[in-house]
């Protein structure tokens, strides 16, 4: 008697069903662009992929830090590090941790047109971040 489907054999619909809903997702990559200091005299750049942790999201990826104030001598002073954003379940706030040149920086903030918060980093005041996430 025969049910459709030999005996030890998977209708090709089915295989691909399978191979879909157990592939590995692909990563969403975004790129942060910010201000920082009290006449947003830096600018931030990151471009961050997509881990999961749980039920919030997290980014991570490399940033340059430009200093494009216009006390600048020779050219823009850079500092390059490593950002880790967490997005709050509804994205309306916002967490990260930086590693700039060394120094162990933190960051929360809410959204209005831009993610607002300061950034705190080890023996320095706070300063504020604008964040836009692209």
């Known amino acids: 008697m025969q049910h459709g489907m030999a005996s030890g054999r998977i209708a090709p619909q089915l295989l691909a069903l399978i191979l879909f809903v157990w592939s590995p997702q692909k990563s969403l990559a975004m790129e942060l662009l910010g201000q920082a200091g009290v006449l947003g005299e830096w600018e931030l750049t990151a471009n961050v992929t997509e ?3 749980g039920t919030r999201k997290e980014f991570s990826g490399p940033l340059l830090m430009r200093h494009v104030g216009i006390c600048t001598q020779e050219g823009p002073e850079e500092r390059a590090g490593e950002i880790h954003v967490y997005l709050g379940p509804s994205e ?3 967490s990260a ?6 120094v162990a920086c933190t960051y929360t903030a809410q959204k209005t047109h831009a993610y607002e918060g300061m950034m705190s980093c080890a023996g320095r005041a706070p300063v504020p971040l604008l964040l836009w996430l692209k």
Do not use: D, H, N, Q
């Open 51 to 53: 881990s999961v942790s």
């Open 92 to 94: 309306s706030s916002l």
């Open 97 to 102: 941790k930086l590693l700039v040149e060394g």
